[in-house]
């Protein structure tokens, strides 16, 4: 066959298949038009699922008539006109190609009252001009019939209730980026969503409220924190309340929703040494930057975004919500504003009465490799009193009242009852006193008597070569010896006994991908929770009321207190209205 120009028709439905997977894909598009044209009230109709009927109207500031065939027309967009403004785009589209793209695949109809006109024009695809029409000011697109000139593609669509569960997420997702718009969604006369504008921070939490449930509200930090000309903000839960599936992760750059390999992994390393094994943390969250530090012209579905500072990014989103989440403690002041951009509080509370003789370490008695030299502080004198009975306010965690099964301590606080895994609640106290002792200590290196040597490619030796002050940083002497070769001559002291290749390679292939590592960091961690879990009370350790007490402050002083260092909760809550409840008092 011949090299020969497509027809039109082909050409947008060629381009359908990149923009228009299933109806979801079409309301994504068509409310995202009419966010751009400044709507503060967005309708959603669907019918069957979208394979039917899917009507977008809204109120915004309409399409001119003389506009309204270049508007279905492929690359033409009123959002952009040069390379300036494309590299500075701030609307949700800017391809021109969503509407002759859905025209293609299905009947499709154009109803807008611009502004500045004195009534509204309809026009669908392949008509020569927009006919006269009743409509208010703003647009009305509706699309009938998706597929039915593909029937191929139509045979991929799922059941009716799956394509509509599809749309729902999509406008739940959308209504999370825009609180200053309305939404409604019906399906099949029947409304589903009422989302008035929500411009206060109450409002705004009654829609997140509705949209992901009371739980989540209920369990969520709210933080704000800017630095460096990036802004964030938004809700992220507690670790307790953890997803089996990544299933309610909302995050959104400039107010577009995007998902990107940058942003989980910096979520994922806040959260590193608080969630339990296999669960996924929960969040909506908001980053503002300056347009042209972040590129969306990546994909045309734009869910993907390019960073120009990707490890400027990574560690501003991990450094803040690694604050936010070990500020979240027993006593903490709620909502109170990150700090991210001062050093995390080193204060560390003495060592409780009842540590054990375990605890008071020196790294060298865990063997030749651990030298560091630290050791933890001496337990008080038996009976010291660690808590002033006499102030007025109950502490967060309250007062001890008696052990139960040497497993459990009761307290009484200004709420009700509080019960504390003794175990887990001192090895997060622990865990976190070793972190602090190692890091004023520094990473020290143990050089290794034979090197190993590690075949990279040709531009990850030159990375390494480039990177040397952060190997130096990480504790890991790597010389390059050749084209394709690197050699480990040295690795931290804790790490006595790490595959140093694997460690080597995962860190080569952080920096690619992240501009950062911490893999060094995560393996220290992991060695210092081994020694935490040994170093802390047992069970059937029968403690002092002054004891007790002592935990519980040192809890309401740790970071992360509220989770041990596997993910697992140290303390639980038991309001009074529930004893009551559990005993029928007052029914």
Known sequence: MRIQTLPSVLVNQIAAGEVVERPASVIKELVENSLDAGAKKIEIEIEQGGTKLMRVRDDGRGIHRDDLLLALSRHATSKVSSLEELERINSMGFRGEALPSIGSVSRMTLTSHAQEAEHAFQLTPGADAPIPAAHPVGSTLEVRDLFYNTPARRKFLKREKTEFNHIETQIRR??????????????????????????????????????????????????????????LYGWVARPLFSRSQADMQYFYVNGRGIRDKLVTHAVRQAFQDVLYHGRHPAYVLYLELDPVMVDVNVHPTKHEVRFREGRLVHDFLFRTLHQSLANDRPGAAPDRPVQTG???????????????????????????????????????????????????????????????????????????????????????????????????????????????????????????????????????????????????????????????????????????????????????????????????????????????????????????SGQCNHGRPTWTQLRMDELDRLFKRGQ
Request: charged letters at 25%; aromatic letters at 4%.
């Open 174 to 231: 959308l209504a999370l980026a825009r609180f200053d718009v309305g939404f409604s969604l019906r399906h099949n006369r029947r409304e589903i969503l009422s989302l008035p504008p929500a411009t206060s921070r109450p409002e705004q939490e009654r829609r997140v409220s509705k949209l992901l449930g009371k739980a989540f509200l209920e369990q969520a930090i709210y933080l704000e924190h800017q630095a460096a000309g990036l802004r």
């Open 342 to 560: 001062a050093p995390e509080s080193r204060s560390t509370p003495a060592a409780p009465p009842f540590a054990p003789q375990s605890a008071q370490l020196k790294l060298a008695e865990r063997g030749a490799h651990y030298q560091a030299g630290f050791k933890m502080q001496q337990p008080a004198p038996e009976g010291t009193a660690t808590v002033d009975t006499e102030q007025d306010e109950t502490p967060q965690l309250g007062l001890a009242l008696a052990q139960l099964q040497g497993i459990y301590l009761l307290a009484e606080n200004r709420e009700g009852l509080v019960l504390v895994d003794m175990h887990a609640a001192h090895e997060r106290i622990t865990y976190e006193r070793l972190k602090l002792a190692w890091d004023e200590s520094n990473i020290r290196s143990q050089p290794l008597l034979v090197p190993i040597t590690v075949t990279v490619s040709q531009p990850e030796a030159e990375l390494a070569e480039e990177q040397q002050a952060i190997f130096e940083a990480l504790g890991l002497e790597v010389d390059r010896m050749g084209s394709e070769t690197l050699a480990v001559r040295a690795i931290p002291i804790v790490l006595h006994g790490v595959d140093a290749e694997k460690l080597l390679r995962d860190i080569l292939a952080d920096l690619v991908v992240y501009g950062s590592s911490e893999r060094i960091r995560n393996e220290i961690n992991a060695v210092l929770g081994t020694m935490a879990c040994h170093g802390s009370v047992r069970a059937n350790r029968r403690l002092t009321l002054d004891e007790m007490n002592a935990l519980l402050r040192d809890m309401e002083r740790t970071a992360r």
